[in-house]
C-alpha cells in the first residue's frame, strides 16, 4: 500500500506501508547509525520524532525485548530505504514491522531517505506527516502541530524504580533515561534507584544518595528551569554526572544557555576531542540542542570536550564542585565504548 511523507513546506515522497496503520505528525530528524535500530526506536530523546535511518537497509536481525532502550518507544514513525523480513539471529523474537504494528508506529519503506537527510541537512529539522492520502488541509495541522508537555510527560516514570547493587547509592534523575545508563552503574556494582526529573532536594536527599546522575531526555531544556536550583544544591553536596540532556540542564543551572540546533548530531559516528589529553572519541549521540560556548564562559564551568564537526561543546567539568557532563553518551547503545571510562571516572568521585 502506498504511504506519503509531507513535509511542513509542502513537498512529500511516497513510499511503501509497514509498520501501524495509523498517520501522524512529529519533527523529522535523521540518523546515521548503520545498525542499533531497535535501541534508537526505543530511546526517549526521539519523544515526538519520526526517524529517517540513513543505513540502506534495517530489521536485518530483528527485534528482541531485552535490547529495548525503554519499556515503550514513543517515536513518531519510522522511514527506511529498505526493511527485511528475513532476519538472522538466534535472538530474535519477530520482525522489525511486527515491532512497529505492536507498538503503533508507522514507517514507510522504499521511501527516497537519501533526498530526505540532504532536504533536512539543507533546510534544518522540519515538521512531516505520514499519511495514506494527500490532503489539501493537511499542511496547516503539520505547521501548527507542536510536541506538548503531555506527551513528552510518557518519557519519564512517573514512579521511582530500585536497581539492587552492594556499592554505593547513586539517583538517577529520570528526563527519559536509557536502559544502558542503569546497566553501566549496576556493572559497577552501584545500587541505583531512578526518579522522576522533578523530585525535589528533600526528597532525593531522604534517598541517601552518594552520587546523582542527570539523565538523557527529549526536547528542549529549558523547559526543565523548575530543577534547576535543584541540581545547584546538589552539586554542592554530592558528586553529579549529567549524559546529554542532564549535560544541558547542569549547564544552564550554572548560568550558561543552551540553543536549537540545525539538524542536531544523531548516531554513532561523531568525533569528540577531549581537550586535555588530546584524545579523540568516536561517540553515540542523539541530541537537537546544544550548549553555547561563549556563554561557559561566564560560569564556574570549563569546557572539556568539543566535536569536531562542528566545534560545538560535548562535555564540561565544574571548578569548584564534583560536577562534569557530557553531550554524547559514554553507555552507547547503539554506538562504540570508546568514552564508557567516564563511568569509571564517575564511580571514582563517589568512593573519594
Not at 194 to 220: A, C
Request: proline fraction near 4%.
Amino acid at each position: 500500500m502506498k504511504r506519503y511523507l509531507v513535509f511542513e513546506d509542502g513537498t512529500y515522497f511516497e513510499g511503501t506501508a509497514f509498520g501501524s496503520d495509523t498517520e501522524t505528525i512529529g519533527e523529522l530528524v535523521f540518523t546515521t547509525g548503520m545498525s542499533g535500530y531497535q535501541e534508537a526506536i526505543t530511546d526517549q530523546s526521539y519523544n515526538g520524532q519520526i526517524i529517517n535511518f540513513c543505513a540502506p537497509m534495517i530489521g536485518n536481525y530483528g527485534v528482541a525485548k531485552q535490547f529495548n532502550e525503554s519499556q515503550k518507544p514513543t517515536i513518531k514513525g519510522v522511514l527506511a530505504r529498505e526493511i527485511t523480513d528475513v532476519t538472522g539471529n538466534y535472538q530474535s523474537e519477530m520482525t522489525i514491522d511486527e515491532f512497529l504494528k505492536q507498538e503503533n508506529v508507522p514507517g514507510i519503506r522504499r521511501i527516497d531517505t537519501r533526498a530526505i537527510t540532504l532536504k533536512i541537512r539543507k533546510a534544518g529539522s522540519l515538521k512531516a506527516a505520514i499519511v495514506d492520502d494527500l490532503d489539501s488541509g493537511l499542511i496547516d495541522q503539520i505547521s501548527t502541530w507542536k510536541l506538548d508537555e503531555e506527551q513528552l510527560q510518557k518519557s519519564i516514570n512517573p514512579t521511582p524504580a530500585t536497581f539492587a547493587g552492594t556499592g554505593k547509592h547513586v539517583v538517577v534523575m529520570d528526563f527519559g533515561y536509557k536502559e544502558s545508563i542503569v546497566s553501566e552503574l549496576t556493572k559497577r556494582c552501584l545500587q541505583v534507584t531512578v526518579v522522576p526529573g522533578n523530585t525535589s532536594l528533600e526528597e532525593i536527599e531522604n534517598l541517601k544518595p552518594d552520587g546523582i546522575l542527570l539523565s538523557n531526555g527529549p526536547g528542549d531544556p529549558t523547559r526543565h528551569t523548575d530543577i534547576l536550583p535543584t541540581i545547584v544544591e546538589l552539586e554542592k553536596r554530592y558528586p553529579v554526572f549529567g549524559i546529554c540532556m542532564g549535560h544541558q540542564l547542569l549547564c544552564l543551572a550554572n548560568g550558561a544557555k543552551t540553543f536549537k540546533m540545525k539538524f542536531g548530531h544523531r548516531g554513532f559516528n561523531h568525533p569528540v576531542k577531549d581537550l586535555a589529553t588530546g584524545k579523540i572519541y568516536f561517540t553515540s549521540q542523539n541530541h537537537g540542542y546544544a550548549v553555547d560556548e561563549k556563554s561557559v564562559e561566564d560560569t564556574d564551568l570549563k569546557v572539556t570536550q568539543i566535536e569536531l564537526t562542528d566545534q560545538t561543546v560535548e562535555g564540561v567539568e565544574h571548578e569548584k564542585y564534583n560536577a562534569f557532563s557530557v553531550q554524547f553518551h559514554p553507555d552507547a547503545k547503539p554506538g562504540p565504548h570508546d568514552a564508557d571510562f567516564l563511568f569509571n571516572k564517575f564511580w571514582d568521585m563517589i568512593n573519594k
